[in-house]
């Protein structure tokens, strides 16, 4: 397992398949970088759209980083073409309690081990975004990313399977989101992570002091909706967001 070009070069065809597979193996590798592309572009709209009747999702302020790669991989290196994408995602995300940032690279690989086992001929995508509540802020982040299986004799020896991967971090507008939508939001993450009940009132807790930290404008209106909020002996289900809310740690894509 490999980045894509590296591998891409080190492939040594017979003289006759030289040129054809090279050429196709480039084109791969630009369909690879256009996708990442086209990734950082829908990101970029979905963050700008975030908050809004049309994408109701998590709003950001702005976006403060990217991290983009292409990878090939045969079948017998998937697993550890996960742990790396997995490594990379959590390197990405900073800031965040250990536990949380964990649980996030869990989640995504689910999901990349789900577009990768899609089978032989086809491609696939997955999409999802993540909550990190941090000492110093709230950030968002976005990951996109993208399979496709080869059929072509004489290469599959080193790769099997070209992958592109997005991800970009953001800082959440806390203006734009409601105290109460913002802790069912973050609530229903961590309850995809597996962590218990007693954990995610820890976590909550916690939230609850960075957001009103960062919340600005009138503190009467922070007050009311702490209180119309009263104890969380549970969590409300996402539902009572809307049907159309899209919770963060939930997979949009091709097998979804």
Known sequence: MAFLKNAINALDPAPDKKTELTLALNLLFELAQQKNDSFQNAIKENLRT????????VPVKEIL????????YVKADAGSLV?????AVRDFISGGADNIVSGIGKLVTTGLEAIIGAGTGTQAEMSSYYIVVQSYGIARYDIYAWSRHIEATGITTQIETALAFTAAQSSVDVNKITYNTFLIAYGDQLSKMGFTPQEIEEYLDYAEKIFNKLRSGDADMAARENMALGARGGLAPSMALGSDFHSPGTFKGTLW
């Open 50 to 57: 975030a908050g809004t009747e049309n994408n109701r999702t």
């Open 65 to 72: 980083a990217w991290h983009k790669e292409t990878r090939a």
């Open 83 to 87: 742990d790396k994408v997995t490594d």
